[in-house]
């Protein structure tokens, strides 16, 4: 079987890789609270198994995932919209209600990982490389556009972002809901633990569970400032539909930009 994993590649079989497709995914998400029913790592865990899927078909090397999200402070207005009063001081899905908190990177250190890492991959002679991001924090979604888009123009080659979750997968998304968690339970089962959550029909209020659907976010509350799209009717079989999708955007997007064709 082809070798995808860069760790486990040879100088010579490096030195093929970077001749040959010469793409390279560096899949990096967030160590990050997401609700009482999920461990940590779901977004690196799902950018890094976006990326091997992806790299099947695309050709190309995986680097190991980096575990490093960053988050800044919620606005008054954001606040309000999940429930709270506006005035409370929270960062990223540190909600204060949460019994462990999240790894934060500080913006500016996170900028310095990803613009040495970009560095050092195109020195190795990669023509695309590709930041496969788990983590929809807007402050890391802007950071990686300003930073590929700045080593593209300096370098002459293609290095570029994609957010590894995308909207029509077939389920609402957003933080620790439906769709996370359902792709949670197809490509690491002993990560979610439903019986975590109260059972049904309580509703989720977003403050005391910090799980929040992107519609919330962008656009404002339901009613009772609840989860729309409910983690408790995640199942496997949806995870895999969900990553399926996403895996197929993906390679669209990769081959699209590939400098080879
Ligand atoms: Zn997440």
């Known amino acids: ?89 929270v960062v990223g899905m540190d909600f204060p209600a949460n019994s462990v908190k999240s790894f934060y990177w500080p913006p500016e250190l996170f900028e310095r990982i990803v613009r040495q890492q ?17 983590h929809g924090a807007d402050a890391q979604i802007e950071i990686l556009r300003r930073v590929c888009g700045e080593a593209s123009q300096a370098s002459g080659r293609c290095v570029m972002t994609i957010m590894a979750l995308f909207e029509g ?43 929040v659907d992107n519609e919330t976010f962008q656009r404002g509350p339901n009613e009772d400032f609840t989860v729309r799209y409910d983690p408790r009717d995640a199942t496997a079989e949806l995870g895999r539909s969900i990553v399926e999708y996403t895996v197929a955007q993906c390679v669209r997007l990769v081959e699209d930009a590939s400098p080879l064709r």
Request: neutral net charge; proline residues 7%.
């Open 1 to 89: 079987m082809k070798k995808l994993r860069f760790e486990t590649l040879t100088p010579a079989e490096l030195k093929q890789a970077v001749a040959g497709r010469s793409l390279v995914y560096q899949p990096v998400g967030s160590m990050e609270w997401h609700g009482p029913h999920m461990g940590m790592g779901m977004d690196t865990v799902n950018a890094y198994s976006t990326a091997l899927a992806a790299a099947e078909r695309t050709g190309g090397v995986v680097m190991p995932p980096l575990y490093i999200g960053t988050e800044t402070p919620r606005s008054p207005e954001t606040l309000r919209r999940v429930g709270f009063s506006g005035d409370e001081r």
């Open 118 to 134: 970009t560095q050092m991959l195109l020195e190795m002679g990669f023509a695309q490389v590709v930041w496969l991001n788990g």
């Open 169 to 211: 997968c077939g389920a609402g998304l957003g933080h620790a809901g439906l769709a996370e968690t359902a792709i949670f339970m197809h490509l690491c089962p002993e990560a979610v633990e439903l019986e975590r959550l109260p059972p049904k029909p309580e509703k989720l209020a977003n403050t005391r569970f910090a799980i």
